[in-house]
Structure formats: C-alpha cells, structure tokens
C-alpha cells in the first residue's frame, strides 16, 4: 500500500543545534516533494518545494534534499531557535499530475532554549 | 489582502444536521482544495477543483459534496454530519497545480459533530 511516513511524531533538540526531520514514502515516485509548516491552531504555511532532478534546495536556514532512489527527503534546520517549534509537514504528488498532494503526518519539533 | 478565509471558524452540530463551509480566496487561484486533519493521521484531502464549475473527489469524498460556481469561492457541504466527520477542516488554493506552486491555507475550521 502507498504510505507517507515521517520519522517521529515528536523531535527536541537544544537551540542552536541542526534539527533534521525525515519523510520516508512507500510505492508512489514523485516528481515533486513539499515540506510547509504548521503552527497550532493554524494552516500549513508552504516553505519549499523540490523537484526529483533538485538533489538539494535550501532556503536561509532550512534545507531540502529528495533521494529518489532511498524514497526519502530530508528536511534541516540549522542554527535552530525556539521559533521554530511547530510541526513540520511533507507532501508529494501522488500520481504526477500536479493537482494534488499526499500529506505526511508530521513531526512536531520544540526547540529548548 | 485576506488570501484565503474559511467560515466559520468554529460550528458544532448535532447527529444528522447539514451545513455549509465556505471557503474564499482573493488571488485568483484557479486551483482550490479541502482537507480535513485529525490526529495522528495528517492532511487528507476531500475534494478539490481544478477550475471554476469544475470539481474533483479526493482521497476521502465520501459524505462530503462540494461547487465552484465562482472562481473564488469552493464550498464543502455535509448533508447528514455524522460523528466521524469531527475534525479541523481546511481549505487551500494555489495559482497552479500544487505539484508546480505552493498552496496558500486558510486557518481552519473546527467542527464538532455530536
């Protein structure tokens, strides 16, 4: 069956250090991935989208990867801060048309001071 | 600039009642979206449109209807709410196919069914 997966529901990690988070998909090839942020309480706020042929994007402090042959992105967050606590979402298009996307659980990240 | 605002933001409903929720955006999207999160399970999608009077069922449609008779606005319908429909309701819209843009979310609506 297809699945999205993301590696814990819940990640601490100490302010300052790299916070990764992994998306692990099984029996879909996206083309695209996305990765947004959710605040409680709020909608998904996009963050940034990678293509299959972008091994890496970053944006400021977040970077993106996609490994199409391991089935896996990874998100990073460097130089971490407490505001960055939220949940972090991944999303793929499911079948390449570009109309919809598969959303992944979540992981919410807290940052300690 | 209110992007995309969805009403009401809060609704409880009893057993076997409807409702309508609507969702509008002002930057002419063309592409329109409606998930509903629960824990532990993510966002999943309900319906969506790819265009004015066009409509689509996605992953979970079943016991939701939905119109785009304006480009701006796509409206989720329950006819009979039944208590698995207890959720956070959102609505999304993106200028493209999500696969190509980001889509821009509403702040949710959150509806009780008892």
């Known amino acids: 069956s297809q699945k999205i997966e993301q590696n814990s529901e819940a990640l601490n990690i100490q302010e300052g250090k790299t916070a990764t988070l992994t998306c692990n998909y099984t029996n879909y090839s996206p083309a695209y991935l996305q990765w947004y942020r959710q605040d409680p309480g709020r909608g998904p706020v996009f963050l940034l989208l990678?293509?299959?042929?972008?091994k890496e994007k970053r944006k400021e402090r977040l970077k993106v990867t996609f490994d199409t042959t391991l089935k896996q992105s990874l998100f990073h967050i460097t130089a971490s801060q407490p505001a960055d606590s939220a949940t972090y979402l991944c999303a793929l298009d499911p079948d390449n048309y570009g109309q919809n996307f598969v959303f992944g659980p979540g992981t919410r990240l807290s940052v300690l001071p | 600039n209110a992007g995309v605002t969805q009403t009401p933001k809060f609704r409880v409903l009893k057993t076997g009642q409807s409702m309508t929720l609507l969702c509008a955006q002002d930057m002419n999207h063309e592409y329109m979206y409606w998930y509903r999160q629960d824990p532990g399970m993510g966002l999943r999608l309900i319906h969506y449109s790819v265009g004015e009077g066009t409509t689509a069922k996605g992953e979970v449609p079943d016991g939701y209807n939905v119109s785009r008779l304006k480009k701006q606005n796509f409206l989720l319908g329950l006819e009979s709410a039944a208590p698995s429909q207890t959720s956070v309701y959102f609505c999304?819209?993106?200028?493209?196919?999500?696969?190509?843009?980001?889509?821009?979310f509403g702040q949710g609506t959150r509806l009780t069914v008892v």
């Open positions: 990678i293509r299959e042929n972008e």
């Open positions: 999304a819209s993106s200028p493209r196919g999500q696969g190509y843009a980001e889509a821009f």
